[in-house]
């Protein structure tokens, strides 16, 4: 950090920082220089430290890390509602993978992300692992809006507006990041060849080769529904995660989104590859997918993090609920109430996500050094009351409504609910276009 970085202070009536495990500070002010955390001080002793600084008193509040969001795809916020209440293959096939056949090129892509950064930044997030066709216009959407990111590079076996071939999408893929991603410092990239059921074994093999030279992480749904292992059981002889394994993906560079079909012995093989999940329990209990054993997982030592999906499964990117999903789910699957506390949820969605992006040491928790990601939380309203417990009532009380400041990289981009750099009317018109186009073309149900 630089020396003249301006100083500025926010004092909540309550601090969460995730590290250490289950702390709430109260009358503790943020100590912000510049783009990074300086220090978490008893208010008046900040106040006598930094006389001079800015202070943003924010009463009845609460301030986190950022959410992180560990699996999305932003651009199918524009496909919110479309095609609901159908079973996921049929959603794919008939509805999802048409009208994306249909419209989806960059400037889909790009409104489509900037409408999901609205979203997530109003309701608390900071950070998203994306995957989707034109990564260049998901970059660009993060970048022109400050917003921090994990950009994946897709590969599929089938032919769509991007790319034709799996070498294709690893030759673009691989442009892409020399291009967009490795000078910007809010956005990281990986792999991330789709799911066991779309990619061939060379296409896996040669993503391998690629990520395991660059060191760059694989992002893959795994074992999202009972019919993905059972049809790879029929096809092949082998549940996905076998076939997987011996490709020789599994590794703490693998991140697996869904989880829901695992028996003890492929749980005992995630733990010792250090394998991380991301986990989508909105997305998973709309589309009937089954659930993921998060509570064995967890038990395991495996690192389980936070993931609301695209909006066309779930149907909102709303951390704060999708917190409250994953704890009272752990509990319903497990039979167990003490399954994911409300702090633990929090850490699921700050820094386990940190985490499966291989950004623990950047972001996820409020530690001196860290960089400034931080949220503000107003639980002022009757329905908070009494605060008996602030982490509770976030976790099980709030929704993103509530979320009233936002910082990305020590930069202010909510403020009293309001965004301060984010144009939203223009978003806004992009969105009315969209629905206008989307609207003629879809078939009567
Ligand atoms: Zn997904």
């Known amino acids: 950090m630089t020396q ?15 590290i250490p495990a289950g702390v709430v500070l109260e009358n503790h002010s943020l100590v912000v220089a510049g783009q990074h955390i300086l220090a978490l001080l008893p208010t008046p002793e900040a106040l006598l430290a930094y006389p001079d600084a800015a202070n943003l008193v ?36 008939n509805h999802i993978w048409p009208v994306e056949a249909q419209f989806v090129d960059y400037d889909f ?18 950070c998203a692992a994306d995957t989707y066709f034109f990564p ?5 959407a993060f970048s022109h809006n400050h917003f921090r990111g994990q950009v994946c590079m897709p590969v599929v076996e089938f032919p769509n507006a991007w790319a034709k071939t799996e070498d294709e999408h690893i030759h673009k893929g691989l442009q892409f990041r ?13 792999f991330a060849p789709h799911s066991p059921y779309t990619v061939s074994d060379r ?37 996905p995660i076998a076939r997987i394994h011996d490709l020789g993906l599994l590794s703490p560079l693998l991140q697996t989104v869904h989880m829901t079909q695992l028996n003890s012995a492929e749980i005992a093989l995630l733990a010792d590859n250090n394998v991380h999940v991301a986990h989508c329990p909105e997305s998973n209990l709309k589309l009937a997918s089954g659930f993921c054993p998060v509570g064995e997982l967890r038990q395991s030592g495996i690192n ?8 066309a499964s779930n149907n909102n990117l709303d951390m704060l609920e999708e917190m409250r999903t994953a704890a009272i789910l752990a509990k319903a699957v497990s039979q167990d109430a003490t399954m994911v506390s409300a702090f633990d949820a929090l850490a699921m969605a700050t820094i386990n996500g940190a ?76 969105t009315r276009q969209w629905q206008h186009k989307i609207s003629q073309f879809r078939k009567p149900a």
């Open 203 to 239: 296409g896996f093999e040669r993503t391998l080769v690629y990520a395991e030279e660059l060191q760059l992480p694989i992002h893959l749904h795994l074992h999202e529904t009972s019919t993905e292992v059972g049809d790879a059981v029929k096809s092949r002889g082998q549940r």
């Open 178 to 190: 020399d291009n967009l991603v490795k000078n910007n410092p809010l956005l990281t990239t990986a």
């Open 109 to 126: 892509v790009y409104d489509g992300t900037c409408l999901a950064v609205a979203e997530m930044l109003r309701s608390g997030t900071t």
């Open 304 to 311: 389980v993090a936070i993931g609301t999906d695209g909006a």
């Open 4 to 18: 003249t970085a301006p100083i500025r202070l926010i004092s909540p009536t309550w601090i969460a920082p995730v």
């Open 58 to 93: 924010l009463t009845e509040h609460i301030v986190t890390p950022g959410l992180v969001n560990a699996h999305g795809h932003a651009a199918m916020t524009l496909l919110r509602g479309y095609a609901d209440d159908r079973q996921l293959m049929d959603w794919l096939n």
């Open 136 to 140: 260049d216009a998901v970059a660009n």
């Open 355 to 430: 985490r499966l992006l291989g950004l623990e040491d950047t972001i996820g928790s409020l530690e001196p050094g860290k960089r400034a990601d931080f949220i503000a939380v107003d639980l002022s309203d009757l329905c908070f009351q009494p605060v008996l417990n602030p982490v509770s009532q976030l976790v099980y009380a709030a929704t993103g409504h509530q979320v009233s400041h936002v910082w990305i990289d020590g930069r202010h981009l909510l403020a009293a609910g309001q965004f301060t750099e984010l144009d939203s009317q223009r978003i806004r018109a992009n």
